[in-house]
């Protein structure tokens, strides 16, 4: 099963970003200020 992790930095963006050409990756965004993504 896959893992979820947290992207809290520009370099961790990065890092999963090139590693996206290995494997694919699914990113889910999530928003405080968006009220549908508040109310999920």
Known sequence: MAE???I???DE???VL???DE???LVLKHSTRCP???NA
């Open 36 to 38: 549908i993504s508040t």
């Open 8 to 10: 809290t930095s520009l």
């Open 4 to 6: 979820l992790h947290e």
């Open 18 to 20: 090139s590693k996206s």
């Open 23 to 25: 494997k694919p990756i």
């Open 13 to 15: 963006w990065e890092q």
